[in-house]
């Protein structure tokens, strides 16, 4: 068994449009050892993962004692086929 891309975390929407941005990946070997990697995002990468996800984009996660966003749920992105 090769390495397996679990997730795929991308970076919110910058305002320099155009620039190929790092993506952290997940990722899991053989022996089952999990990383996280900075990656340039492409197809192959893409259509490896499990999961695609934008931070930030999800439904807020909030405290319920202090109603403080403590985090996002994950929302997966919608992966052109091909």
Known sequence: MQQEVIALLFPET??????????????????????????????????????????KSGKPIVDPHTREVIGYELEPLALPAG
Not at 15 to 25: C, D, F, I
Not at 39 to 51: F, N, Q, V
């Open 14 to 55: 910058s305002a320099a449009e155009g620039t190929t941005q790092l993506v952290t990946a997940l990722m899991r070997d053989a022996q089952g050892i999990m990383e996280l990697r900075k990656l340039r995002p492409d197809s192959t990468l893409l259509r490896a993962a499990r999961i695609a996800g934008r931070m």
